[in-house]
Nanobody, 123 residues
Framework: VQLQAFGGGLAQAGGSLRLSCAAS????????MGWFRQAPGKEREFVGT????????RYGGSVKGRFTISRNNPQKTVYLQMNSLKPEDTAVYYC?????????????????WGQGTLVTVFS
């Protein structure tokens, strides 16, 4: 499985961005997908996850109510819609895939990672 995240960039506080994660591989459509982020000098943080069918999502406390994960299995793409952005959302955002199991907030449960895309929010 190969993952490529894109869509990052500059955004003003209060604005929106949508990240995409393009996946390749035969098992992608049955994989749990997750988004994580890492700000400079900080540990990697769980953002959200979605099950294979898109019916179950979970979010980290700092983004809940502002970010939404969705997926399009035929196109093997997962999205992260980010609204009401804050300067503290500035980070490199990574998408990840978990080959088996359920949704998880633990980065160690994910088997494949994309290269990350930088999001910078200015006030």
């Amino acid at each position: 499985v190969q993952l490529q995240a894109f869509g990052g960039g500059l955004a003003q506080a209060g604005g929106s961005l949508r990240l995409s994660c393009a996946a390749s591989g035969r098992t992608v459509s049955s994989s749990v997908m997750g988004w994580f982020r890492q700000a400079p000098g900080k540990e990697r943080e769980f953002v959200g996850t979605i099950n294979w069918s898109g019916t179950i999502t979970r979010y980290g406390g700092s983004v809940k109510g502002r970010f939404t994960i969705s997926r399009n299995n035929p196109q093997k793409t997962v999205y992260l819609q980010m609204n009401s952005l804050k300067p503290e959302d500035t980070a490199v955002y990574y998408c990840a895939a978990r080959a088996t199991g359920y949704t998880s907030a633990d980065a160690g449960d994910y088997d494949y990672w994309g290269q990350g895309t930088l999001v910078t929010v200015f006030s």
